[in-house]
């Protein structure tokens, strides 16, 4: 059941992105590249989940979960930067300032961000206030006090010895502010009232940290194969992480609990919720 739904939701939004005018010029092609490069659309698929959870229709909050997966891949291309974790592969492919060189790769995440908020702000089926509030959550998540606040305190914490609340604000904002507003941009969108929507937040905040634990964890016993990356990158760029902190079975302990707390903030869904219930144990147990 679980598979089916996740592969319903993945290709309705693989067919999207693969639909979308792409030109064939270096900064097309770069931009194409990372994007469609096997990612497994978590955000987009967060969003569409939490839509139909509170009953809406996903073809209309289409669009707008697109642009978070070109968000979360301007994110990687950056991220895998020389100057940023210097990282040679992504999903098992070299990374895009590999292929078409760091001034592109830049660029193309330049260009993937841009393009995020393009189709955030152009016509939808929604009441304007709606959209006109997502678009503000999204801006939030991914700026300043979000997203690029998080990478900012992940690199300024290298090589320090970090605390637990240290390490949860780097992650809060580094991982977890685009997972949150995924789930949150699909129930507002789909007209979930304050309960749903404060439900789904809680939801994702618990999925949001126990992603990151188990991310730290497959550095340490992962399969690089599997993973498409390189095993101990964590340990090589002194990063602190939650099994360097508490050790690997403390850890796994660890999100255990946030998975628990996830799926018991779906309890007011009932069946509805049970998609996004097995996604986070699904999560919980990925090898990539």
Wanted: proline content about 2%; hydrophobic content about 40%; charged content about 25%.
């Amino acid at each position: 059941m679980f598979k089916k739904m996740y592969d319903r939701y993945f290709e309705i939004i693989e067919g999207f992105i693969m639909d979308l005018p792409w030109s064939e010029d270096t900064m097309g092609k770069s931009m194409r590249y990372s994007l469609v490069s096997g990612g497994k659309r978590i955000r987009p698929v967060l969003a569409l989940a939490a839509a139909e959870c509170v009953g809406g229709n996903i073809a209309d909050v289409l669009p707008a979960a697109a642009a978070l997966e070109f968000i979360h891949t301007y994110s990687l291309i950056h991220d895998d930067l020389p100057s940023m974790d210097n990282d040679d592969y992504r999903r098992g492919k070299l990374t895009n300032h590999k292929v078409f060189g760091e001034g592109f790769a830049v660029l193309a995440g330049d260009g993937l961000l841009t393009y995020a908020f393009e189709m955030l702000s152009s016509k939808m089926n929604f009441p304007a206030e709606l959209q006109l509030t997502v678009l503000n959550e999204v801006a939030v998540a991914v700026g300043k006090v979000g997203m690029v606040g998080g990478q900012v305190l992940d690199l300024e914490g290298e090589g320090k010895e970090l605390t637990l609340p240290e390490i949860e604000n780097i992650n809060k904002n580094k991982t977890g502010a685009l997972l949150i507003v995924s789930t949150r941009l699909g129930a507002i969108l789909a007209g979930g009232n304050e309960a749903q929507v404060d439900a789904l937040t809680r939801y994702a905040r618990a999925v949001g940290l126990a992603f990151q634990i188990k991310d730290d964890i497959l550095d340490i016993e992962g399969n690089s194969e599997i993973l498409g990356k390189t095993i101990g990158s964590d340990h090589k760029q002194g990063k602190t992480t939650y099994p360097a902190l508490m050790g690997l079975e403390e850890a796994k302990e660890y999100l255990h609990t946030q998975t628990m707390k996830a799926k018991e903030a779906l309890e007011i869904f009932g069946e509805r919720g049970l998609f996004l219930t097995q996604l986070a144990d699904y999560m919980e147990n990925r090898q990539h």
